[in-house]
């Protein structure tokens, strides 16, 4: 459980402004639903320009986290900052969310919330246009500052659209699109607001392979380009392995291991807690079996499935996971 | 499952009967019984309908017998013609299905040409546009010359003044999503405003104004009643806004009912009607309608052409993102509560210039010309016409202003709002879009068909702490 960190590799972001200076910390936050702790006394220190993975087992806390950071949620305790580039530090705890999103931290959700009857295009100027200024009364009016707004949006929106290669797309309904597709649109409207740090819930739940080598590309693109920090929530351990600087995991609420990517998965609180427990028990259940004969595989590997996540910080603690570490 | 597969097929037979053998508790609630079959069910509430129909056309009670209407209704010759008519269409519908079908196919075959050129023409040349907009506004102007007076004042009393409250609702339900039931307590506040600055209440204004000069103070002022009632309760979505809202008309209501000293209450009040003196220049408007008409389409252009640019701009996007995913919306940097408020006052200013111009017109109004049911019947002609879409929310508004006045040449007057109601039940069921949808409101609707996504911002916040 070190929190000494070996970077993968040096990307050229983040060179602009000092290596490691914080862009986002938080310390001892805390995190209550009535009697259940969602997040507890979390600590998280994310560098200016890296990409660091949140990962840990259904109901640990990882979008409860997102929506602490992001002003959805107010954790009852603790502290979470964010530093932007101009200098300056903003709290973001119990911060309004579009507050949230206009000091620079975008995000996606894990269930993919798009604007599904207006087109991909309108969906980015949406995003785009929270950062200008122009009232209704100049737009009312067809003032040429209005007109100059729309004008800055569109071209805003084209921008980013052909960034994440939704261009020829950009006139579908966002709700018709592909999955994969909608994602990488969640990913363009985020990308509208010029955020600093991206955070991206599961970016690729749901997406076939060929997506996914696209969706680890546009990751590392956004990442190293446009030099923007990446807080990434991902179930898939070889994306998260291959795009990830360091790694964060969570258990109940509790950060339990910090580190590089290979650190990580030789960590044994995290092996015990995630990784190695479906091996495990897998392990346990194949021995049980011989040792009875058939029909004593049921309930081996339920709580195995990573891909299918859906944690919304309200059901934390879900049981399949069972560590003697937190009882 | 056999059972229920040859049941909804239906193939002429009633319900097979060979379900002899014992079924299990599952098969047994499976089991479809031969009046749950759709067809049924379809001639059931048909004859219901007949029979409905019946009595609404049939003969009125009296307090002296009480049950003339059902004893004349039930056994004379018409009940039976409503029923063979209720039983003829459901005939048709049912037996000649694949008829009717390709009637139906063939029409809209022989019409898809002619209407896409129509569409293609209409899209392509701005001046084609330019032209039949100019024809239709020379219509709407110069056609209710035409017309007897009585319909003229129909015209402005209920027409055009619904129409401009109807235009400023769309905005506030239509484009922002938010279900407002007190829209008339700002048509209040702006005809009060104008009798308070005309010097016709019993507090006397500082300076008394001309009704022209009152718009501008009644926009105002109803932007602030807009924003004072918008800020506390705009965090409420839906259902409950509803409530609070229907809250604030009854306030308003009751407060110029009941505050003598103040709106002269009950006894209602008189305002100068409009008039224009510039010295050089000055005209009053006087008996005769058309004049108040021809302000009222000005009021009314002027907002159509201010809010169509709201439509298709930052504002109107804004809103449809609220609408569609309050959460969504704010994690996108959409400050929500501003742009709702937005919405609220712009909605309120346009509903208070329609009060000014309804005070002025009328030249008296009482604390009853702003019922609650007024309210709801605004409401229902922006949904009648079409959510989110001026062009739907004009038709709809015109339409069901017009028909009860129609009617009453046709119905006893008393039952003319039974059809009115008729016909929003029927429309609800077969065409709830609203009779010209805007795009976006249709696809949304789609899409709410298909469980994807809330056709409204009426859903629970997901996502967000309580």
Redesign the interface.
Known sequence: MTTETVKKEQGPAGGSAGAGELVLETSGVTLRFGGLTSLDNVELRMRRGEVLAVIGPNGAGKTSLF?SL?G???PQEGRIVFRPREGGEHSLLGA???VV??WGL??T?QNI??????TAL?NV???A????K?G?VS????LPN?RK??RA?DRRAHEVLSYVGLLEKMNE?A?SLSYGDQRRLEIA??LA?DPEVLLLDEPAAGTNPTEKLELEELIRRINTELGVSVLLIEHDMRLVMSVADRVMVLNFGKKIAEGSPSQVQRDPAVIEAYLGAVAEEDEAAVAQAVAEGAGAQEGAGSGADTDTDTD?GADAGAPQWDTEEHK | MSIKTSAAQGAGQDSPKSATAPLSAAARLRKVHWYQEPRWRRLGALLALAVTLRLMTGEEGTTQDLFLALREDFTGVGLWIWLAIAVAVWAVREFLTDQTSRAVEGTKKVSAGPLDRVRQVWSADKRVRMGVLTAVLALVVFGPLGVERYWQQVLVDQIAIFVLLAIGLNVVIGWAGLLDLGFIAFFAIGAYSAAYWTGALPVQPPVALNNFLVLPIAVLTCLVAGVILGAPTLRLRGDYLAIVTLGFHEIVYLMAKNADGVTEGARGVKVERFSVDLGFFSYEWKLDPMPYYWLLVVFIVLAIF??L??EH???G??W??IR??E??????????VRYKL?AFA?GASTSGVAGVAYASKAGYFNPENFAILLSILVLAYVIFGGMGSIPGVLFGAAFLVWLPEYLREWVDPKDRYMYLGALLVIMMIYRPQGVLPSR??K??LR?AEAG??GADATGPA????P
Do not use: C, W
């Open positions: 929506n992001t959805a949620y107010v309004k969310p579009h999103s206009q975008a995000r959700f919330r798009l604007f599904g009857a207006l309108e100027k949406i995003a246009e929270t950062r200008l122009t209704p737009i009312m009016l067809g209005a707004a729309e949006s309904l709700g409207r985020a607001t919304t | 201010l809010f640019r709201l701009s930052k504002v996007r804004a449809t993102a569609e995913d959460v969504a919306a704010a994690a996108t940097g959409v400050p929500t937005m712009i976006r409101r696809r949304e899409m994807v996504g997901e996502g967000r702490q």
